[in-house]
C-alpha cells in the first residue's frame, strides 16, 4: 500500500484511541491527573541520558551532554512548575463576584515535534498537555522518529503505570507530510501545539483547527557600556554554544558601542570566539543559507569544526563560536538571520540610542515577538528598550538560551515560546497549562435590568441634558455614568 495512505489510516487511529483516552482523563480527580504527570515526570528523568543519546545519534545534532540538560529541564523543572497547580474542575471561586471558574480539557492536541529538540519537547508536551487532563498525539520530524517514538514508549508505560490510559500519548510511527496534514485537520484534533519550522507553523494556522504555534527566533544581545564585559560574554558564549546553538531563543547577533567594540572583541577571542576575516566571512556567507533562502540544514546544530570542514575554512580546534562582523540588516545577508548553529553577527553602534533602533530593525527582519537580551546596570535603559522592542522576552543579564526558556529566569518553563501578533502567533508566552485547557465561567446575576434602566435615567435626566431645548448632548458622559453604576454594584 502506498507510504502515504497507510501513515494517514495510522493517523486515524491514533487520534480515535487518543479520543477514548481522553474521554477517561476527562473523568479523573486532580489527585489521579497529578499522579499520571508525577509518574511521566520521573520515568522520563530516569531515562534523560539515554534519550540524550539517542537524539543525538539520530539527528546529528547538538551536544549530547546539554541534550541532557534539556531533558532534565523538560521532565523535572517543568513538571516542578505546574505540579500544584489546579486544572481539573473548579479551579478558583470568587464568592464577593459570585463568579466561579472551571478547568475544561480541550481534548485531543496534535504535537508537531521539531529534530532540534526531539525527547525533550516531547517530555514537556506530554506532561503539560496531560496535566490539562488532554491526550496528545505527536507527529515527529523524520529525522528524529526513532529517539521520539522511544520517549513516547517510555511515557506511555509510566501514565499505564499510574492507573491511566496509556493511549493519552501517541505517536506516528510512519511520519508522513499527508499524515501530519490528518492529524491537524482531522475533526477530532481539538488543538495544534507546533514547535518547528517557519512552514510547518504556518500550515498548523492554516488547517481551520485552533493552534498555538512560534515563529522563528534571530534575538539581538546587546552589550551596554555600563556591563561587566567577561560577565556578559561568558553568558553569551555559554548560551549560543549551549547544544551547538539549536535552541531558538539562543543570540543570534551582538552589539557593541564602538567605545568599548575592541575590549569586547578581545574577551570574546579570550573565552573561544574566531571572527572571520572579509574573505572568510564571504565564504561562509554562501554556505549558511539554501538557494531557496532558508537555513542550511547541514549547519543546524553542527559543531565550529564541522561547519568550518564543510565549508573551506581553517579555524582552531579549540575555537566554539563563530562570530562574523556584519554592518547590513535583511533577508539576503545571512549573518543577520537566524543562525541554529554556533555562529553569531557582531554589529557596533556609537550609543545605547542606536542599539537600541539596530536591534528593532534586525526583529522586524526576522525574529519579531521572539526574544532579545540586553546586559547592562542601566535600568532607565532596560525601561526604554522593555517599552519598545518588538519581543516577547527581553532577558536581562541572562543567556538567551535559559532565560527565554523559563530555566534561568522566573518566566514559565517552556521548549515552546509564543510570538505573540507581531510575530504570527496566537499568544506571547512562554506555553504552559493553562494555555491547554479552557475555562467554563459560572456567573450568579448582581444586579437587574430594571436598577439599570432606573439609574440611566436618572443619570441622562441630571447630567446629559442640555437646557437648550432640553435633549441630551453629551452621549459620553451619559455611557461614563452608566459604566460607573455597574461597577459600583459589582464592587
Not at 406 to 417: C, D, E
Not at 448 to 470: M, N, Y
Amino acid at each position: 500500500m502506498d507510504k502515504d495512505l497507510c501513515s494517514i489510516q495510522e493517523t486515524r487511529d491514533l487520534i480515535a484511541c487518543a479520543k477514548k483516552a481522553q474521554s477517561r482523563l476527562a473523568a479523573c480527580s486532580q489527585m489521579q491527573i497529578d499522579q499520571i504527570v508525577k509518574a511521566i515526570s520521573e520515568a522520563t528523568f530516569s531515562q534523560r541520558e539515554r534519550f540524550a543519546k539517542m537524539a543525538a545519534e539520530e539527528t546529528g545534532f547538538g551536544i549530547y551532554e546539554d541534550k541532557i540538560i534539556k531533558n532534565a529541564f523538560a521532565s523535572k523543572i517543568v513538571y516542578e512548575e505546574l505540579k500544584e497547580k489546579k486544572t481539573v474542575g473548579i479551579i478558583h471561586d470568587d464568592p464577593q463576584k459570585k463568579v466561579t471558574e472551571v478547568a475544561v480539557p480541550v481534548g485531543v492536541i496534535a504535537g508537531l515535534i521539531p529534530s532540534t529538540n526531539p525527547t525533550s519537547t516531547v517530555i514537556y508536551k506530554a506532561l503539560i498537555a496531560l496535566k490539562a487532563a488532554n491526550s496528545i498525539v505527536f507527529s515527529p520530524h523524520p529525522n528524529a522518529v526513532q529517539s521520539i517514538c522511544a520517549t513516547v514508549e517510555v511515557i506511555r508505560a509510566a501514565i499505564e503505570s499510574a492507573g491511566g490510559p496509556k493511549d493519552s500519548v501517541c505517536v506516528i510511527t510512519t511520519p508522513t507530510m499527508a499524515a501530519t496534514n490528518e492529524l491537524m485537520t482531522h475533526q477530532d484534533t481539538k488543538l495544534i501545539l507546533a514547535t518547528g519550522g517557519h512552514a510547518m507553523v504556518k500550515a498548523a494556522y492554516s488547517s481551520g483547527t485552533p493552534a498555538i504555534g512560534v515563529g522563528p527566533g534571530n534575538g539581538p544581545a546587546y552589550i551596554e557600556r555600563s556591563a561587566p564585559i567577561s560577565v556578559a560574554v561568558r553568558r553569551i558564549m555559554d548560551s549560543k554554544t549551549f547544544d551547538n546553538g539549536t535552541v531558538c531563543a539562543s543570540e543570534q547577533s551582538i552589539i557593541v558601542e564602538k567605545a568599548m567594540s575592541e575590549a569586547v572583541q578581545t574577551e570574546l577571542t579570550k573565552q573561544g570566539a574566531y571572527f572571520l576575516n572579509a574573505e572568510e566571512a564571504e565564504k561562509l556567507s554562501r554556505f549558511i543559507l539554501r538557494p531557496n533562502g532558508t537555513m542550511n540544514p547541514q549547519i543546524v546544530g553542527r559543531s565550529v569544526q564541522h561547519i568550518a570542514s564543510l565549508a573551506g575554512l581553517n579555524i582552531p580546534f579549540d575555537r566554539r563560536l563563530i562570530v562574523a562582523k556584519e554592518s547590513h540588516v535583511g533577508l539576503k545577508y545571512p549573518f543577520s538571520r537566524e543562525k541554529l548553529a554556533p555562529i553569531i553577527a557582531y554589529y557596533t553602534v556609537e550609543n545605547w540610542q542606536e542599539a537600541c533602533d539596530l536591534s528593532i530593525e534586525i526583529l522586524k527582519g526576522e525574529g519579531a515577538g521572539h526574544t532579545m537580551c540586553i546586559h547592562t546596570e542601566n535600568k532607565e535603559i532596560v525601561r526604554e528598550f522593555g517599552l519598545r522592542k518588538p519581543v516577547s522576552r527581553l532577558l536581562v543579564n541572562t543567556s538567551g538560551t535559559l532565560g527565554g526558556i523559563g530555566a534561568s529566569t522566573n518566566l514559565v518553563p517552556a521548549l515552546t515560546l509564543g510570538c505573540g501578533a507581531v510575530g504570527g502567533s496566537s499568544t506571547s508566552d512562554n506555553i504552559g497549562v493553562e494555555n491547554l485547557f479552557n475555562v467554563r465561567r459560572v456567573a450568579y446575576g448582581v444586579t437587574e435590568l430594571a436598577d439599570i434602566r432606573q439609574k440611566f435615567g436618572k443619570e441622562s435626566h441630571e447630567s446629559t441634558e442640555s437646557v437648550v431645548g432640553g435633549k441630551a448632548t453629551d452621549k459620553e458622559a451619559l455611557i461614563d455614568s452608566l459604566v460607573a453604576q455597574v461597577l459600583a454594584r459589582l464592587q
